[in-house]
């Protein structure tokens, strides 16, 4: 299953990880969390959601950002997939990506856009927490950089 960010914008749920504020591993447009894993709904809301190229393209943002931080508990390489225009422009020199090794379908996806947007995987690494998290131990901080 490779889910595209195929619309310009849209509501979708955001489904709620936790009634708690602030909480994490929440999911949005999508039914599973950062692993892949299908997620209970106890919680969620309709929320407007627009691809990067959409808002830079529509005058949201005014110009191509150097750096772009993706951490989105599950759907950086849906995130990926709305942002291509952006990401291969000549002004974006630098992606960084939490990615969970064991939700193969997103590590596979990550890799394969960032590699095609012209970008090499220069550092992989663990936050303190999840470095010592047997819950977290496959998600990494990935830093991309255009050569």
């Given at each position: ?66 750096l772009?931080?993706i ?21 974006c ?7 969970n ?10 890799d ?36």
């Open positions: 299953m490779i889910l595209k960010w195929e619309f310009i914008h849209k509501n979708f749920n955001l489904i709620y990880g936790s009634s708690v504020e602030g909480g994490a591993l929440s999911a949005f447009g999508v039914d599973f969390g950062y692993d892949g894993n299908k997620l209970n709904v106890d919680l969620s809301a309709k929320v407007l959601g627009m691809s990067l190229d959409f808002m830079k393209e529509n005058g949201f943002i005014d110009s191509i950002p150097n772009v931080k951490d989105v508990d599950g759907i950086e390489h849906i995130i990926l997939s709305g942002a291509r225009n952006t990401l291969t422009h000549k002004d020199k630098s992606v960084l990506i939490e990615v090794d064991d939700f193969s379908e997103q590590s596979f996806e990550v394969k856009l960032l590699t095609e947007y012209g970008f090499i995987l220069r550092d992989k690494k663990h936050g303190d927490f999840l470095e010592k998290s047997e819950k977290f131990s496959s998600t990494y901080n990935q830093i991309w950089v255009k050569p």
